[in-house]
Protein backbone atom coordinates (compact mmCIF):
# COMPACT_ATOMS: atom_id res chain seq x y z
CA UNK A 1 0.00 0.00 0.00
CA UNK A 2 1.68 3.27 -1.06
CA UNK A 3 1.21 6.30 1.61
CA UNK A 4 1.37 10.05 0.55
CA UNK A 5 4.04 12.15 1.56
CA UNK A 6 1.42 14.89 2.86
CA UNK A 7 0.17 11.94 5.55
CA UNK A 8 3.59 10.94 6.16
CA UNK A 9 4.32 14.73 7.42
CA UNK A 10 0.77 14.82 8.95
CA UNK A 11 1.71 11.77 11.08
CA UNK A 12 5.34 12.99 12.21
CA UNK A 13 3.79 16.16 13.22
CA UNK A 14 1.14 14.22 15.36
CA UNK A 15 4.11 11.68 16.77
CA UNK A 16 6.07 14.57 17.46
CA UNK A 17 3.05 16.97 19.26
CA UNK A 18 1.91 13.75 21.19
CA UNK A 19 5.64 13.31 22.44
CA UNK A 20 5.79 16.93 23.61
CA UNK A 21 2.59 16.12 25.31
CA UNK A 22 3.67 13.44 27.27
CA UNK A 23 6.62 15.24 28.11
CA UNK A 24 4.96 18.64 29.49
CA UNK A 25 4.52 18.67 33.20
CA UNK A 26 1.75 20.37 35.27
CA UNK A 27 2.41 21.98 38.79
CA UNK A 28 -0.63 23.59 40.41
CA UNK A 29 -0.28 26.71 43.21
CA UNK A 30 -1.98 27.73 45.49
CA UNK A 31 -1.55 30.74 47.93
CA UNK A 32 -0.79 29.27 51.16
CA UNK A 33 -0.07 25.83 49.71
CA UNK A 34 2.77 23.55 50.49
CA UNK A 35 3.96 20.12 49.59
CA UNK A 36 5.25 18.44 45.91
CA UNK A 37 3.25 20.91 43.61
CA UNK A 38 0.57 18.18 42.46
CA UNK A 39 -2.94 19.15 41.79
CA UNK A 40 -4.05 17.28 45.01
CA UNK A 41 -1.27 18.81 47.23
CA UNK A 42 -0.08 22.50 46.17
CA UNK A 43 3.06 24.25 46.50
CA UNK A 44 2.50 27.85 47.82
CA UNK A 45 5.01 29.48 46.04
CA UNK A 46 5.04 30.23 41.96
CA UNK A 47 8.91 31.43 41.86
CA UNK A 48 10.66 28.23 43.61
CA UNK A 49 7.90 26.21 41.08
CA UNK A 50 9.43 28.05 38.38
CA UNK A 51 13.30 27.52 39.21
CA UNK A 52 13.24 24.15 41.08
CA UNK A 53 10.31 22.32 39.17
CA UNK A 54 8.85 23.99 36.30
CA UNK A 55 12.11 23.67 33.59
CA UNK A 56 11.50 21.96 30.85
CA UNK A 57 9.92 23.21 27.35
CA UNK A 58 6.35 22.73 27.38
CA UNK A 59 5.70 22.87 31.58
CA UNK A 60 2.96 24.39 32.98
CA UNK A 61 2.35 26.34 35.81
CA UNK A 62 -1.01 26.43 37.53
CA UNK A 63 -2.08 29.36 39.89
CA UNK A 64 -4.83 28.95 41.64
CA UNK A 65 -7.03 32.18 42.45
CA UNK A 66 -6.11 34.82 45.26
CA UNK A 67 -2.85 37.27 45.43
CA UNK A 68 0.75 35.96 45.81
CA UNK A 69 2.98 38.21 47.47
CA UNK A 70 6.94 38.01 46.25
CA UNK A 71 9.47 37.70 48.56
CA UNK A 72 9.71 35.31 50.45
CA UNK A 73 11.27 32.13 48.26
CA UNK A 74 13.54 30.76 50.42
CA UNK A 75 17.75 30.23 49.38
CA UNK A 76 17.94 26.86 46.87
CA UNK A 77 20.44 24.74 47.00
CA UNK A 78 22.30 27.51 49.34
CA UNK A 79 22.19 30.05 46.94
CA UNK A 80 19.83 33.41 47.23
CA UNK A 81 17.43 34.06 44.59
CA UNK A 82 16.48 37.14 42.91
CA UNK A 83 12.16 37.49 44.43
CA UNK A 84 10.61 36.95 40.71
CA UNK A 85 9.30 34.67 38.71
CA UNK A 86 11.96 33.33 36.68
CA UNK A 87 10.20 31.29 33.63
CA UNK A 88 12.37 29.06 31.93
CA UNK A 89 12.45 28.46 27.76
CA UNK A 90 8.46 27.63 26.78
CA UNK A 91 7.24 26.66 30.25
CA UNK A 92 3.79 28.65 30.53
CA UNK A 93 2.23 30.43 33.78
CA UNK A 94 -1.59 30.59 33.71
CA UNK A 95 -3.59 32.88 35.92
CA UNK A 96 -6.91 30.62 37.60
CA UNK A 97 -9.44 32.22 35.44
CA UNK A 98 -9.92 34.73 32.02
CA UNK A 99 -10.48 37.15 34.36
CA UNK A 100 -7.12 38.40 35.56
CA UNK A 101 -8.35 40.29 38.35
CA UNK A 102 -8.24 36.90 40.29
CA UNK A 103 -5.06 35.75 40.42
CA UNK A 104 -2.59 38.87 41.08
CA UNK A 105 1.31 38.93 41.56
CA UNK A 106 1.85 41.26 44.02
CA UNK A 107 5.09 42.72 44.02
CA UNK A 108 5.52 43.91 47.49
CA UNK A 109 7.14 47.33 46.38
CA UNK A 110 10.43 45.94 45.63
CA UNK A 111 10.61 43.24 42.99
CA UNK A 112 9.39 42.59 39.46
CA UNK A 113 7.01 39.56 38.90
CA UNK A 114 8.51 38.06 35.83
CA UNK A 115 11.94 37.24 34.37
CA UNK A 116 11.11 35.63 30.99
CA UNK A 117 12.93 33.41 28.56
CA UNK A 118 12.54 32.38 24.84
CA UNK A 119 9.10 31.21 24.24
CA UNK A 120 7.58 31.42 27.63
CA UNK A 121 4.29 32.76 28.60
CA UNK A 122 2.04 34.21 30.99
CA UNK A 123 -1.50 34.27 31.10
CA UNK A 124 -4.56 35.32 32.99
CA UNK A 125 -2.76 37.39 35.78
CA UNK A 126 -2.75 40.85 37.14
CA UNK A 127 0.69 42.09 37.97
CA UNK A 128 0.76 45.37 40.66
CA UNK A 129 2.80 47.28 42.90
CA UNK A 130 5.93 45.98 41.30
CA UNK A 131 9.39 47.70 40.70
CA UNK A 132 12.74 47.26 39.41
CA UNK A 133 15.73 49.31 39.93
CA UNK A 134 19.69 49.93 38.28
CA UNK A 135 21.34 48.85 42.49
CA UNK A 136 19.48 45.67 42.12
CA UNK A 137 22.16 44.51 39.06
CA UNK A 138 22.67 44.43 35.66
CA UNK A 139 19.75 44.56 33.57
CA UNK A 140 17.11 45.54 36.69
CA UNK A 141 16.50 48.93 35.34
CA UNK A 142 14.16 47.89 32.82
CA UNK A 143 10.70 46.16 32.71
CA UNK A 144 8.84 47.16 36.44
CA UNK A 145 6.49 43.87 36.13
CA UNK A 146 7.76 41.64 33.52
CA UNK A 147 11.30 41.55 31.42
CA UNK A 148 13.10 39.79 29.02
CA UNK A 149 16.20 37.38 30.20
CA UNK A 150 19.52 38.95 28.57
CA UNK A 151 19.90 38.21 24.89
CA UNK A 152 15.82 36.76 24.46
CA UNK A 153 14.32 39.75 24.20
CA UNK A 154 11.48 39.79 21.61
CA UNK A 155 9.78 35.85 21.87
CA UNK A 156 8.15 35.59 25.08
CA UNK A 157 4.25 36.08 25.19
CA UNK A 158 2.14 38.40 27.93
CA UNK A 159 -1.44 37.40 27.25
CA UNK A 160 -5.26 38.59 28.72
CA UNK A 161 -2.65 40.43 31.58
CA UNK A 162 -3.02 43.50 33.60
CA UNK A 163 -0.02 45.45 34.35
CA UNK A 164 -0.96 48.14 37.64
CA UNK A 165 1.04 50.57 39.22
CA UNK A 166 4.71 49.03 38.73
CA UNK A 167 7.98 51.37 38.10
CA UNK A 168 11.32 50.98 36.61
CA UNK A 169 14.43 53.24 36.68
CA UNK A 170 15.47 52.77 32.95
CA UNK A 171 13.35 51.44 30.49
CA UNK A 172 9.61 50.10 30.42
CA UNK A 173 7.66 50.89 33.72
CA UNK A 174 5.46 47.92 33.19
CA UNK A 175 7.37 46.37 30.72
CA UNK A 176 10.51 45.27 28.70
CA UNK A 177 10.11 43.68 25.09
CA UNK A 178 7.93 40.57 24.83
CA UNK A 179 4.67 40.10 22.68
CA UNK A 180 1.52 41.49 24.29
CA UNK A 181 -2.01 40.35 23.66
CA UNK A 182 -5.08 41.66 25.05
CA UNK A 183 -3.44 43.46 28.28
CA UNK A 184 -3.99 46.43 30.05
CA UNK A 185 -0.97 48.28 30.88
CA UNK A 186 -1.64 51.26 33.49
CA UNK A 187 -0.30 53.74 36.18
CA UNK A 188 3.33 52.65 35.55
CA UNK A 189 6.20 54.54 35.43
CA UNK A 190 10.18 54.97 34.41
CA UNK A 191 11.74 57.12 36.86
CA UNK A 192 15.04 58.47 35.06
CA UNK A 193 14.79 62.24 33.66
CA UNK A 194 18.44 62.42 32.01
CA UNK A 195 18.56 64.34 28.63
CA UNK A 196 19.31 61.20 26.83
CA UNK A 197 22.31 62.30 24.36
CA UNK A 198 25.17 60.36 26.60
CA UNK A 199 26.26 57.51 24.66
CA UNK A 200 25.00 54.91 27.40
CA UNK A 201 21.75 57.07 28.01
CA UNK A 202 20.79 58.03 25.26
CA UNK A 203 17.41 55.39 25.69
CA UNK A 204 16.82 55.30 29.01
CA UNK A 205 14.12 57.01 30.99
CA UNK A 206 11.92 55.75 28.19
CA UNK A 207 8.40 53.43 27.88
CA UNK A 208 6.29 54.54 30.70
CA UNK A 209 4.01 51.43 30.00
CA UNK A 210 6.38 48.72 28.12
CA UNK A 211 9.65 49.35 26.22
CA UNK A 212 10.25 47.66 22.53
CA UNK A 213 7.12 45.36 22.72
CA UNK A 214 4.96 44.06 20.38
CA UNK A 215 1.32 44.83 21.41
CA UNK A 216 -1.78 43.51 20.02
CA UNK A 217 -5.50 44.71 20.89
CA UNK A 218 -4.01 46.23 24.35
CA UNK A 219 -4.72 49.01 26.80
CA UNK A 220 -2.19 51.44 27.60
CA UNK A 221 -2.95 53.99 30.06
CA UNK A 222 -2.18 57.11 32.49
CA UNK A 223 1.61 56.21 32.34
CA UNK A 224 5.00 58.12 32.48
CA UNK A 225 8.09 58.02 31.28
CA UNK A 226 10.45 60.38 32.92
CA UNK A 227 12.04 61.42 29.54
CA UNK A 228 10.60 59.56 26.04
CA UNK A 229 7.44 57.92 25.55
CA UNK A 230 5.11 57.86 28.26
CA UNK A 231 2.79 54.74 26.99
CA UNK A 232 5.15 52.62 24.67
CA UNK A 233 8.46 53.10 23.05
CA UNK A 234 11.27 51.84 20.97
CA UNK A 235 15.35 52.37 20.73
CA UNK A 236 17.80 51.92 17.49
CA UNK A 237 19.18 48.74 18.61
CA UNK A 238 17.76 45.98 16.18
CA UNK A 239 15.74 44.41 19.35
CA UNK A 240 14.45 47.80 20.58
CA UNK A 241 11.83 47.92 17.86
CA UNK A 242 8.44 49.19 19.33
CA UNK A 243 4.78 48.52 17.35
CA UNK A 244 1.24 48.50 18.22
CA UNK A 245 -1.33 46.96 16.65
CA UNK A 246 -5.28 48.06 17.45
CA UNK A 247 -4.17 49.22 20.43
CA UNK A 248 -5.26 52.45 22.90
CA UNK A 249 -2.75 54.48 23.86
CA UNK A 250 -4.63 57.54 26.31
CA UNK A 251 -3.60 59.37 29.03
CA UNK A 252 0.52 58.97 29.12
CA UNK A 253 2.53 61.75 29.58
CA UNK A 254 7.00 61.86 28.80
CA UNK A 255 8.89 64.58 28.08
CA UNK A 256 8.66 64.00 24.47
CA UNK A 257 5.95 61.93 22.98
CA UNK A 258 3.98 61.83 25.72
CA UNK A 259 1.73 58.50 23.91
CA UNK A 260 4.24 56.58 21.98
CA UNK A 261 7.85 58.01 20.60
CA UNK A 262 11.44 56.87 20.11
CA UNK A 263 14.72 59.34 21.11
CA UNK A 264 17.40 56.95 20.23
CA UNK A 265 20.01 59.42 17.49
CA UNK A 266 16.92 61.36 16.40
CA UNK A 267 17.37 64.67 14.96
CA UNK A 268 15.35 67.49 14.75
CA UNK A 269 13.71 66.64 11.50
CA UNK A 270 11.60 63.36 10.34
CA UNK A 271 13.78 59.89 9.33
CA UNK A 272 11.57 57.59 8.45
CA UNK A 273 13.70 54.83 9.58
CA UNK A 274 14.36 55.71 12.83
CA UNK A 275 10.40 56.10 12.81
CA UNK A 276 10.03 52.66 11.96
CA UNK A 277 11.39 51.75 15.11
CA UNK A 278 8.25 52.66 16.83
CA UNK A 279 5.11 51.81 14.48
CA UNK A 280 1.58 52.09 15.48
CA UNK A 281 -0.97 50.41 13.13
CA UNK A 282 -5.28 51.07 13.84
CA UNK A 283 -4.46 52.56 17.11
CA UNK A 284 -5.94 55.19 18.81
CA UNK A 285 -3.59 57.50 20.55
CA UNK A 286 -5.80 59.89 23.20
CA UNK A 287 -5.29 62.71 25.52
CA UNK A 288 -1.50 62.34 26.06
CA UNK A 289 0.67 65.11 27.18
CA UNK A 290 4.40 65.85 27.76
CA UNK A 291 5.85 67.68 30.40
CA UNK A 292 9.39 69.15 31.17
CA UNK A 293 12.60 67.82 31.97
CA UNK A 294 14.57 70.36 34.40
CA UNK A 295 16.95 72.54 32.30
CA UNK A 296 16.15 71.56 28.80
CA UNK A 297 13.98 72.04 25.63
CA UNK A 298 11.20 69.03 26.34
CA UNK A 299 7.47 69.17 26.75
CA UNK A 300 7.22 68.33 22.82
CA UNK A 301 5.23 65.54 20.63
CA UNK A 302 1.79 65.33 22.76
CA UNK A 303 0.73 62.35 20.77
CA UNK A 304 4.32 60.88 19.55
CA UNK A 305 7.78 61.77 19.00
CA UNK A 306 9.68 59.55 16.17
CA UNK A 307 6.81 57.13 15.20
CA UNK A 308 5.65 55.64 12.17
CA UNK A 309 2.06 55.74 12.23
CA UNK A 310 -0.50 53.63 9.85
CA UNK A 311 -4.46 54.05 10.00
CA UNK A 312 -4.72 55.60 13.16
CA UNK A 313 -6.41 58.05 14.90
CA UNK A 314 -4.42 60.83 17.04
CA UNK A 315 -7.25 63.00 18.82
CA UNK A 316 -6.81 65.49 22.05
CA UNK A 317 -3.33 65.20 22.39
CA UNK A 318 -1.14 68.12 24.27
CA UNK A 319 2.29 69.71 24.11
CA UNK A 320 3.78 72.94 25.76
CA UNK A 321 6.08 74.08 22.74
CA UNK A 322 6.27 71.57 19.47
CA UNK A 323 3.41 68.99 17.75
CA UNK A 324 0.56 68.93 20.09
CA UNK A 325 -0.32 65.50 18.09
CA UNK A 326 2.74 64.26 15.88
CA UNK A 327 6.03 65.30 16.13
CA UNK A 328 9.26 64.12 14.06
CA UNK A 329 7.00 60.94 12.83
CA UNK A 330 5.31 59.80 9.50
CA UNK A 331 1.36 59.04 9.45
CA UNK A 332 0.07 57.42 6.13
CA UNK A 333 -4.12 57.11 6.41
CA UNK A 334 -4.34 58.89 10.13
CA UNK A 335 -6.88 61.13 11.41
CA UNK A 336 -5.03 63.91 13.73
CA UNK A 337 -7.65 65.74 15.33
CA UNK A 338 -8.49 68.23 18.64
CA UNK A 339 -4.74 68.26 19.65
CA UNK A 340 -3.07 71.57 20.64
CA UNK A 341 0.16 73.56 21.42
CA UNK A 342 0.08 75.69 24.58
CA UNK A 343 2.90 77.87 24.96
CA UNK A 344 4.19 80.16 22.01
CA UNK A 345 7.52 81.23 23.83
CA UNK A 346 10.24 79.28 26.23
CA UNK A 347 12.15 81.13 28.67
CA UNK A 348 15.57 79.41 29.51
CA UNK A 349 18.65 80.81 31.23
CA UNK A 350 17.28 83.91 31.27
CA UNK A 351 16.82 84.10 27.53
CA UNK A 352 13.06 83.84 25.56
CA UNK A 353 12.55 81.69 22.61
CA UNK A 354 10.15 81.54 20.30
CA UNK A 355 7.80 78.27 20.73
CA UNK A 356 4.25 77.26 19.63
CA UNK A 357 4.19 75.44 16.54
CA UNK A 358 2.23 72.67 14.87
CA UNK A 359 -0.68 71.79 16.68
CA UNK A 360 -1.81 68.70 14.61
CA UNK A 361 1.92 68.23 13.51
CA UNK A 362 5.34 69.29 13.55
CA UNK A 363 8.68 68.05 11.13
CA UNK A 364 6.51 65.37 10.20
CA UNK A 365 5.51 63.56 6.80
CA UNK A 366 2.02 62.85 6.20
CA UNK A 367 0.24 61.56 3.16
CA UNK A 368 -3.46 60.93 2.79
CA UNK A 369 -4.73 61.90 6.51
CA UNK A 370 -7.37 64.26 7.83
CA UNK A 371 -5.96 67.24 10.13
CA UNK A 372 -9.04 68.90 11.67
CA UNK A 373 -9.79 70.97 14.88
CA UNK A 374 -6.21 71.51 15.93
CA UNK A 375 -4.55 74.06 18.10
CA UNK A 376 -1.13 76.27 18.19
CA UNK A 377 0.18 79.57 18.60
CA UNK A 378 1.46 79.38 14.71
CA UNK A 379 0.61 76.26 12.22
CA UNK A 380 -2.75 75.38 14.67
CA UNK A 381 -3.36 72.47 11.42
CA UNK A 382 0.85 71.46 10.56
CA UNK A 383 4.41 72.88 11.04
CA UNK A 384 7.44 72.88 9.05
CA UNK A 385 5.71 69.50 7.33
CA UNK A 386 5.20 67.58 4.25
CA UNK A 387 1.65 66.85 3.29
CA UNK A 388 0.51 64.71 0.48
CA UNK A 389 -3.52 64.41 -0.26
CA UNK A 390 -4.20 65.72 2.90
CA UNK A 391 -7.39 67.33 3.98
CA UNK A 392 -6.60 70.28 6.62
CA UNK A 393 -9.93 71.94 7.99
CA UNK A 394 -10.93 73.82 11.07
CA UNK A 395 -7.88 74.08 12.83
CA UNK A 396 -6.36 77.67 14.72
CA UNK A 397 -2.94 79.92 14.78
CA UNK A 398 -4.05 81.06 18.31
CA UNK A 399 -1.44 83.97 18.48
CA UNK A 400 0.48 84.20 15.29
CA UNK A 401 0.30 83.04 11.47
CA UNK A 402 -0.70 79.77 9.41
CA UNK A 403 -4.20 78.81 10.59
CA UNK A 404 -3.99 75.53 8.64
CA UNK A 405 -0.59 75.29 7.67
CA UNK A 406 2.48 77.23 8.69
CA UNK A 407 5.96 76.47 6.20
CA UNK A 408 6.62 73.19 5.10
CA UNK A 409 4.86 71.65 1.58
CA UNK A 410 2.00 70.57 0.61
CA UNK A 411 0.37 68.18 -2.96
CA UNK A 412 -2.59 68.23 -3.55
CA UNK A 413 -4.06 69.03 -0.38
CA UNK A 414 -8.03 70.71 0.67
CA UNK A 415 -7.01 72.92 2.82
CA UNK A 416 -10.35 74.85 3.80
CA UNK A 417 -11.95 76.40 6.90
CA UNK A 418 -8.59 77.26 9.38
CA UNK A 419 -8.42 80.71 11.23
CA UNK A 420 -5.72 82.72 12.30
CA UNK A 421 -7.24 84.62 14.17
CA UNK A 422 -4.33 86.73 17.04
CA UNK A 423 -4.32 86.99 20.40
CA UNK A 424 -5.49 90.40 21.96
CA UNK A 425 -2.02 91.63 21.89
CA UNK A 426 -1.36 90.12 17.92
CA UNK A 427 -3.52 90.64 15.66
CA UNK A 428 -0.73 91.93 13.54
CA UNK A 429 0.86 88.97 12.55
CA UNK A 430 -2.48 86.78 12.65
CA UNK A 431 -1.64 85.78 8.78
CA UNK A 432 -3.14 83.55 6.28
CA UNK A 433 -4.34 79.96 6.42
CA UNK A 434 -0.92 79.11 5.05
CA UNK A 435 2.24 80.90 6.21
CA UNK A 436 5.17 80.19 3.99
CA UNK A 437 6.10 77.30 2.36
CA UNK A 438 6.22 75.72 -1.22
CA UNK A 439 2.44 74.47 -1.92
CA UNK A 440 0.92 72.64 -5.08
CA UNK A 441 -2.10 71.25 -6.77
CA UNK A 442 -4.19 72.71 -3.37
CA UNK A 443 -7.90 73.53 -3.05
CA UNK A 444 -7.40 76.61 -0.35
CA UNK A 445 -11.07 78.06 0.62
CA UNK A 446 -12.77 79.50 3.12
CA UNK A 447 -10.02 80.24 5.72
CA UNK A 448 -10.59 82.98 7.89
CA UNK A 449 -7.38 85.66 8.78
CA UNK A 450 -7.15 89.27 10.25
CA UNK A 451 -4.07 90.16 8.30
CA UNK A 452 -2.37 89.64 5.26
CA UNK A 453 -3.78 87.32 3.05
CA UNK A 454 -5.46 83.72 3.13
CA UNK A 455 -2.34 82.36 1.07
CA UNK A 456 1.09 84.87 1.99
CA UNK A 457 4.38 84.68 2.95
CA UNK A 458 5.89 85.87 6.51
CA UNK A 459 5.57 89.65 7.06
CA UNK A 460 8.13 91.39 4.97
CA UNK A 461 8.97 88.61 2.95
CA UNK A 462 8.66 86.37 0.00
CA UNK A 463 8.96 83.06 1.43
CA UNK A 464 5.87 81.34 -0.49
CA UNK A 465 4.86 79.39 -3.42
CA UNK A 466 2.01 78.12 -4.55
CA UNK A 467 1.91 76.10 -8.03
CA UNK A 468 -1.59 74.76 -9.91
CA UNK A 469 -3.60 75.80 -6.81
CA UNK A 470 -7.25 77.57 -6.17
CA UNK A 471 -7.48 80.13 -3.70
CA UNK A 472 -11.29 80.92 -3.37
CA UNK A 473 -12.96 83.11 -1.32
CA UNK A 474 -11.38 83.19 2.10
CA UNK A 475 -12.49 85.90 4.70
CA UNK A 476 -11.62 88.37 6.93
CA UNK A 477 -12.95 88.72 10.56
CA UNK A 478 -15.29 91.92 10.05
CA UNK A 479 -14.83 91.09 6.02
CA UNK A 480 -12.16 94.05 6.12
CA UNK A 481 -9.55 94.03 3.65
CA UNK A 482 -10.46 90.37 2.30
CA UNK A 483 -6.92 89.59 0.50
CA UNK A 484 -6.36 86.43 -1.81
CA UNK A 485 -2.49 85.94 -2.30
CA UNK A 486 0.28 87.99 -1.01
CA UNK A 487 4.26 89.04 -1.06
CA UNK A 488 5.03 85.33 -3.00
CA UNK A 489 5.18 83.43 -6.70
CA UNK A 490 2.77 81.48 -8.36
CA UNK A 491 2.36 79.81 -10.95
CA UNK A 492 -0.99 78.51 -12.99
CA UNK A 493 -3.48 79.32 -10.10
CA UNK A 494 -6.80 80.81 -9.90
CA UNK A 495 -6.90 83.49 -7.15
CA UNK A 496 -10.51 84.32 -7.24
CA UNK A 497 -13.20 86.07 -4.89
CA UNK A 498 -11.97 88.20 -1.98
CA UNK A 499 -13.21 91.62 -1.78
CA UNK A 500 -10.65 93.64 -1.45
CA UNK A 501 -7.27 91.94 -3.43
CA UNK A 502 -7.02 88.53 -5.22
CA UNK A 503 -3.29 89.22 -4.82
CA UNK A 504 -0.89 91.69 -4.46
CA UNK A 505 2.65 92.81 -4.12
CA UNK A 506 3.92 89.91 -5.24
CA UNK A 507 6.72 88.35 -6.29
CA UNK A 508 6.31 86.61 -9.76
CA UNK A 509 2.82 85.78 -11.09
CA UNK A 510 3.00 83.02 -14.26
CA UNK A 511 0.00 82.06 -15.89
CA UNK A 512 -2.52 82.75 -13.09
CA UNK A 513 -6.11 84.39 -13.30
CA UNK A 514 -7.54 86.60 -11.26
CA UNK A 515 -10.30 89.53 -10.64
CA UNK A 516 -9.30 92.09 -7.82
CA UNK A 517 -5.69 93.59 -7.50
CA UNK A 518 -4.39 96.99 -6.38
CA UNK A 519 -5.03 98.14 -9.88
CA UNK A 520 -8.98 97.67 -10.17
CA UNK A 521 -9.10 99.82 -6.83
CA UNK A 522 -7.23 102.75 -8.50
CA UNK A 523 -3.99 102.40 -6.69
CA UNK A 524 -0.77 101.66 -7.64
CA UNK A 525 1.18 98.03 -7.33
CA UNK A 526 4.50 98.31 -9.09
CA UNK A 527 5.44 94.66 -9.06
CA UNK A 528 2.45 93.88 -10.90
CA UNK A 529 3.14 95.52 -13.91
CA UNK A 530 6.83 94.04 -14.27
CA UNK A 531 5.93 90.38 -12.96
CA UNK A 532 2.81 88.99 -14.89
CA UNK A 533 3.45 86.63 -17.84
CA UNK A 534 0.38 85.80 -19.83
CA UNK A 535 -1.95 85.80 -16.86
CA UNK A 536 -6.00 86.65 -16.87
CA UNK A 537 -6.71 89.59 -14.81
CA UNK A 538 -10.07 92.27 -14.30
CA UNK A 539 -13.28 92.60 -13.78
CA UNK A 540 -14.30 90.73 -16.29
CA UNK A 541 -12.73 87.56 -15.65
CA UNK A 542 -15.02 84.40 -14.41
CA UNK A 543 -13.09 81.17 -13.80
CA UNK A 544 -16.37 78.96 -14.55
CA UNK A 545 -16.41 76.31 -12.51
CA UNK A 546 -18.77 73.68 -12.80
CA UNK A 547 -22.32 73.94 -11.56
CA UNK A 548 -23.72 70.83 -11.28
CA UNK A 549 -20.50 68.32 -10.33
CA UNK A 550 -20.79 65.05 -11.78
CA UNK A 551 -18.49 61.85 -10.94
CA UNK A 552 -14.67 62.61 -11.30
CA UNK A 553 -15.76 66.69 -10.76
CA UNK A 554 -16.51 68.98 -7.61
CA UNK A 555 -17.89 72.27 -7.52
CA UNK A 556 -14.27 73.92 -7.58
CA UNK A 557 -13.56 71.55 -11.19
CA UNK A 558 -13.60 73.86 -14.05
CA UNK A 559 -16.23 73.87 -16.88
CA UNK A 560 -15.80 72.79 -20.47
CA UNK A 561 -15.77 76.47 -21.47
CA UNK A 562 -13.76 78.13 -18.90
CA UNK A 563 -10.49 80.35 -19.61
CA UNK A 564 -8.27 78.58 -17.48
CA UNK A 565 -8.81 75.38 -19.48
CA UNK A 566 -5.67 74.51 -21.10
CA UNK A 567 -4.38 77.88 -19.96
CA UNK A 568 -1.51 77.01 -17.94
CA UNK A 569 2.42 76.46 -18.17
CA UNK A 570 3.62 72.72 -18.71
CA UNK A 571 6.24 71.10 -15.89
CA UNK A 572 8.20 68.13 -16.34
CA UNK A 573 6.71 66.84 -13.02
CA UNK A 574 2.76 67.11 -14.37
CA UNK A 575 3.63 64.01 -17.03
CA UNK A 576 1.60 61.07 -15.03
CA UNK A 577 0.74 63.54 -12.43
CA UNK A 578 -2.37 63.67 -10.91
CA UNK A 579 -5.06 66.32 -9.31
CA UNK A 580 -6.84 65.96 -5.98
CA UNK A 581 -9.58 64.02 -7.95
CA UNK A 582 -7.28 61.92 -9.74
CA UNK A 583 -7.74 63.32 -12.80
CA UNK A 584 -5.09 63.11 -14.99
CA UNK A 585 -2.91 66.92 -15.02
CA UNK A 586 -2.86 66.59 -18.72
CA UNK A 587 -6.39 65.31 -19.87
CA UNK A 588 -5.65 63.49 -23.09
CA UNK A 589 -8.14 66.11 -24.80
CA UNK A 590 -5.67 68.84 -24.00
CA UNK A 591 -2.65 70.57 -25.39
CA UNK A 592 -1.69 71.61 -21.96
CA UNK A 593 -2.39 72.09 -18.31
CA UNK A 594 -5.38 74.06 -16.93
CA UNK A 595 -5.17 76.61 -14.88
CA UNK A 596 -5.87 76.16 -10.98
CA UNK A 597 -6.03 73.16 -8.86
CA UNK A 598 -8.69 70.88 -11.11
CA UNK A 599 -8.55 70.02 -14.23
CA UNK A 600 -11.63 70.03 -16.72
CA UNK A 601 -12.63 66.99 -16.35
CA UNK A 602 -14.69 65.85 -20.00
CA UNK A 603 -17.11 63.73 -20.62
CA UNK A 604 -17.12 63.00 -24.24
CA UNK A 605 -20.70 62.22 -25.84
CA UNK A 606 -22.11 58.93 -23.85
CA UNK A 607 -18.87 58.16 -22.98
CA UNK A 608 -17.19 58.64 -19.06
CA UNK A 609 -13.99 58.62 -18.85
CA UNK A 610 -13.58 56.86 -15.39
CA UNK A 611 -10.34 57.60 -13.47
Partial sequence: MMISKCKLHVLACTVVLSALSAWAAHYYVAPGGTGDYTQGN???????????????????????????????????????????????????????????????????????????????????????????????????????????????????????????????????????????????????????????????????GSGGGVWAGTLYNCVVTNNTAGFCGGGIAGGGQPYDKCEARNCLIGWNSAAFGGGCGIRSGMSNTVAAAWASQCRL???????????????????????????????????????????????????????????????????????????????????????????????????????????????VSNNVATAHNGGGLYDGTSLNCVIAFNSATGNSSDTANARGGICKGYHQGDLIYSNLFVNGAAVTASKNASDITIVNCTVFDNPTVGNKNQNG??????????????????????????NCAWREDMVTHSQSDPTLATVTNNCMRGRSFDPKFVKNPIEGECPFSLAKDSPCVDAGVAHPWMTGAKDILGNDRIFKHSRTVDIGALECFWALGMTIVVR
Fill in 42 to 204: PGGDPNYCSRVHAVNQGDVIHLAAGTYVLGNTPAINGNTVSQQIFLKRGVKLIGATDNPADTVIDGNGSHRAFCCTYESEVRNVTMRNCKTTAAQGSGFGYGGAVCAQSDNYPNYVISNCVVDGCTSTYRGGGGSHGIWRDCVIRNCRVTYEGWGYAPNLREE
Fill in 485 to 510: FNSGYATNCIIFGHSNTDIYNCQALV
Fill in 281 to 391: IGCTVVSNTTHDVGGFFANKGGGSDGAYLTNCVVRGNQANYYGGGVLRSVAVGCTIEDNSVLSDTETQGGNTFDRGYGGGAHMSTLTNCVVRGNASPDGGGCSESALVGCA
